[in-house]
């Protein structure tokens, strides 16, 4: 082998190990028995108009939903070599746009008086990937003052936080950040 080509090898297993190494990290324990009714009660807090009846079903939706799909999905890795494997073949879905556009058409099957559902986007950086998520709000809330609901992180585990709390990504409107995609404002 030349020594240009084992350069590269040891570039691609240094490359793999460090995503091993993050990928690992990401995972994280599926949650305890007083997960949906802490969920319940965040999103009743949203406000005051919230009905609590709607609040307790958009929780207890989120997470059976998102162990659902981590079932139907075949997830069972940490997520970013679940999405490798998807990219590859080797699994049909589980991107984080799929768990996106899942979750946030279950909920809005159920018709909600007094809560809106969003879909979220992160734009991609330097350093991180665009990552898609559905979010809740109160109705006619913006979606700064909702809550994330995002079981892609965490490989089917629901993730929620108050938007404004999770600073782990730059959530903005999907469609906006789909525009500066397309039109090359954000060149990544």
């Known amino acids: 082998m030349s020594v240009e ?11 793999l190990a460090t995503c091993l190494t993050l990928a690992g990290c990401a995972m994280a324990p599926t ?7 802490r969920l319940a009660q965040a999103i009743q807090n949203l406000d005051p ?5 709607e609040a307790r079903r958009a ?13 139907d999905w075949g997830v069972n890795d940490p997520a970013i070599i679940h999405n ?23 909920l ?22 665009i990552h898609h998520s559905a979010l809740i ?3 006619g809330d913006s979606m700064y003052d909702g809550i994330i609901l995002d079981p892609w992180r965490n490989s089917g585990a629901l993730f929620w936080a108050p938007v404004r709390e999770d600073t782990r ?20």
């Open 49 to 53: 108009g919230v009905d609590p009846t």
């Open 137 to 139: 709000s109160a109705k």
């Open 108 to 129: 809005k099957q159920e018709n909600f008086q007094t809560l809106d559902l969003h879909w979220a986007t992160s734009p991609p950086t330097a350093f991180r990937i």
């Open 84 to 106: 490798a494997k998807v990219i590859n073949g080797f699994r049909e879905k589980g991107l984080c746009n799929d768990w996106a556009q899942a979750m946030t058409t279950r």
């Open 31 to 37: 949650g305890g028995p007083n997960d949906v009714d």
């Open 169 to 188: 990504y730059n959530w903005r409107p999907r469609l906006d950040v789909r525009e500066e995609l397309i039109s090359g404002a954000n060149p990544y």
């Open 59 to 71: 929780a207890e939706i989120s997470y059976s939903y998102a162990n659902q799909l981590k079932r």
């Open 5 to 15: 080509g084992d350069s590269s090898v040891k570039l691609i297993i240094a490359i």
